[in-house]
T-cell receptor
Framework: AQSVSQHNHHVILSEAASLELGCNYS??????LFWYVQYPGQHLQLLLK??????LVKGIKGFEAEFIKSKFSFNLRKPSVQWSDTAEYFC??????????FGTGTRLQVFP | DGGITQSPKYLFRKEGQNVTLSCEQN?????MYWYRQDPGQGLRLIYY???????QKGDIAEGYSVSREKKESFPLTVTSAQKNPTAFYLC???????????????FGPGTRLTVL
């Protein structure tokens, strides 16, 4: 069965630190990849997505992610985090069907 | 404003009672979904519907039921058969279901159900 792994369960950073959240999936075929973010008390919202083309995808609020097919990875990055980035981040994969498979999430806490 | 509404935001029920969670969307989306979110487990798919009057079981459908009589509505019933119903429930929708892979899902604000 397809699965998505997010190995960082809880990340704590100071403002201006760089961020990289890992996401690996298990599926050998064509995939569509997503990162969603859930800010405290808010809806889950799309941060960025990859369907095809340039494997480096830029999203909202300065986030980017790189699709590395050989590593089955889609890691999320941001060069300099802000306190307002405190949230839970979910990686998700869509394979063939309309179903999204979510990872377990990474809770990011950014301290001023 | 276009979007997805879920009501109520918080819901308390006694053990053994069925409870129905509401999900309405005015985005004219064909597909709708129900997820359950538990700490440390991410989102798990309960049921989804690609079109009116049709729905499919997700990964954790046992103890749940749905209906899709109208395009804009996809209510979820948590039955007494669900062994651990206390959770945060999220509804989502997308333009199309299986026809296209290019559609992102849009999420509602969620309903936190607590069974006492």
């Amino acid at each position: 069965a397809q699965s998505v792994s997010q190995h960082n369960h809880h990340v704590i950073l100071s403002e201006a630190a760089s961020l990289e959240l890992g996401c690996n999936y298990s599926y050998g075929g064509t995939v569509n990849l997503f990162w969603y973010v859930q800010y405290p008390g808010q809806h889950l919202q799309l941060l960025l997505k990859y369907f095809s083309g340039d494997p480096l995808v830029k999203g909202i609020k300065g986030f980017e992610a790189e699709f590395i097919k050989s590593k089955f990875s889609f890691n999320l990055r941001k060069p300099s985090v802000q306190w307002s980035d405190t949230a839970e981040y979910f990686c998700a994969v869509k394979v063939n069907t309309d179903k999204l498979i979510f990872g377990t999430g990474t809770r990011l806490q950014v301290f001023p | 404003d276009g979007g997805i509404t879920q009501s109520p935001k918080y819901l308390f029920r006694k053990e053994g009672q069925n409870v129905t969670l509401s999900c309405e969307q005015n985005l004219n989306h064909d597909a709708m979904y129900w997820y359950r979110q538990d700490p440390g487990q991410g989102l798990r798919l309960i049921y989804y519907s690609q079109i009116v009057n049709d729905f499919q079981k997700g990964d954790i459908a046992e103890g749940y039921s749905v209906s899709r009589e109208k395009k804009e509505s996809f209510p979820l019933t948590v039955t007494s058969a669900q062994k651990n119903p206390t959770a945060f429930y999220l509804c989502a929708s997308s333009i199309e279901g299986a026809v296209s892979s290019y559609n992102e899902q849009f999420f509602g604000p969620g309903t936190r159900l607590t069974v006492l």
